[in-house]
């Protein structure tokens, strides 16, 4: 077995604070919160698009949608 990677295994262990208390420092807590409010808004937007998008369209009759119609269907032919 090929242990060549040990050495820097152990010295990146020495590196490691035993208390377990490392602060994430406000530039990063920063990012996150932008995170946390980006994604706030784009779920926001997602849902006022989902429902404008479960109203009929303009022009579209309410009743008749159980035959959508193709183009083709009109009795116009030459």
Same mark, same amino acid.
């Given at each position: 077995? $090929?242990?060549?990677? #040990?050495?820097?295994v152990m010295i990146a262990a020495e590196?490691? $604070?035993?208390?377990?208390?490392?602060?994430?420092? +406000? #530039?990063?807590?920063?990012?996150?919160?932008? #995170?946390?409010?980006?994604?706030?808004? #784009?779920? +926001?937007?997602?849902?006022?698009?989902a429902r404008r998008a479960r109203e009929p369209w303009q022009g579209e009759d309410e009743q008749d949608t159980s035959s959508p119609e193709t183009p083709g269907d009109d009795d116009t032919t030459p």
């Open positions: 077995m $090929d242990f060549s990677y #040990l050495p820097s590196e490691i $604070d035993p208390e377990g208390n490392q602060s994430i420092g +406000w #530039l990063a807590g920063g990012f996150t919160l932008l #995170l946390f409010i980006v994604v706030a808004l #784009l779920l +926001w937007s997602f849902a006022r698009m």
